[in-house]
């Protein structure tokens, strides 16, 4: 860590003095400002890969998502002491609603996939009587059959016992 220090210090003096002397005050400013923040990129660069400065923010990464789990958790607690509802139970509802609506939807396509299986049936059976129709004159008797070889219907009325 000190290296880096050193070698950037070393670095931003050396841009102090980078300019040229017959250069203009703006261009020499220019110079110098170009140096000294490439020693700032450079010190920047180096400083934020090293070992320490990657486990430093991991750390402070962890303990800033515990804070905000902790703060949060807090928050659920006060709102339920007040009666009131927390985030939590919202998103608890909220995804209990989507399950609901998952299954509702599911319900739906499986009926609707009966409903069109019923009707390839219906369409198939009305194209079957359509073909035996052709077949019976206008009172329903195939065609060749006498009005005596059609069963009898039973009618069914009581008889009353006389």
Request: charged share 35%.
């Amino acid at each position: 860590m000190l290296d880096l220090w050193t070698d950037f210090m070393t670095k931003l003096m050396a841009a102090s003095t980078a300019f040229t002397p017959t250069a203009t005050p703006p261009e020499a400013a220019r110079e110098i400002r170009s140096a000294s923040l490439r020693a700032w990129t450079e010190f920047w660069e180096r400083m934020m890969r090293t070992p320490e400065f990657l486990q430093s923010m991991r750390q402070s990464l962890a303990a800033n998502i515990e804070l905000r789990k902790q703060f949060s958790d807090l928050m659920g607690q006060v709102q339920h002491e007040f009666q009131g509802v927390s985030r939590q139970d919202m998103d608890q509802l909220m995804r209990a609603l989507r399950r609901v609506e998952h299954r509702i939807s599911d319900g739906i396509d499986r009926i609707g996939d009966r409903v069109d299986e019923l009707h390839r049936r219906l369409d198939a059976l009305e194209v079957r009587r359509e073909g035996d129709d052709s077949n019976h004159d206008e009172h329903g008797r195939r065609s060749g059959e006498a009005a005596s070889d059609q069963p009898r219907r039973r009618s069914h009325k009581r008889r009353s016992k006389e």
